[in-house]
Nanobody, 117 residues
Framework: QVQVVESGGGLVQPGGSLRLSCSAS????????MGWYRQAPGKKRELVAT?????DYADSVKGRFTISRDNAKNSVDLQMNSLKPEDTAVYYC?????????????WGQGTQVTVSS
């Protein structure tokens, strides 16, 4: 099994910054990709940023958010700058990992990010 744990959410004013962290542990043979998704109330879960063979960002966060991955530690961070109220959501860490030969998706429990004055 693979455990995914996030940390770093909270309340921040518009224009502020937050850093989210995520680590994966367990019987991991290989991690294919790590990334962040978010889900706002009444909306579908959406991709924020991912780091695999390439690094991709949602258009809405390009230039403001930066994803960084530490392969040695099986961890990924999301640095969020110039936060806007529309960034308010529960942020989930996603890990695509192989325990055997089949890659599977693993999710963290989510961390709340609230951008408000």
């Amino acid at each position: 099994q693979v455990q995914v744990v996030e940390s770093g959410g909270g309340l921040v004013q518009p224009g502020g910054s937050l850093r989210l962290s995520c680590s994966a542990s367990g019987s991991i043979w290989k991690i294919i990709a790590m990334g962040w998704y978010r889900q706002a109330p009444g909306k579908k879960r959406e991709l924020v940023a991912t780091s695999g063979r390439s690094t991709d960002y949602a258009d809405s966060v390009k230039g403001r958010f930066t994803i960084s991955r530490d392969n040695a530690k099986n961890s990924v961070d999301l640095q969020m700058n110039s936060l806007k109220p529309e960034d308010t959501a529960v942020y989930y860490c996603n890990v695509v990992a192989q325990v055997t030969t089949t890659p599977l998706n693993y999710w963290g429990q989510g961390t709340q990010v609230t951008v408000s004055s």
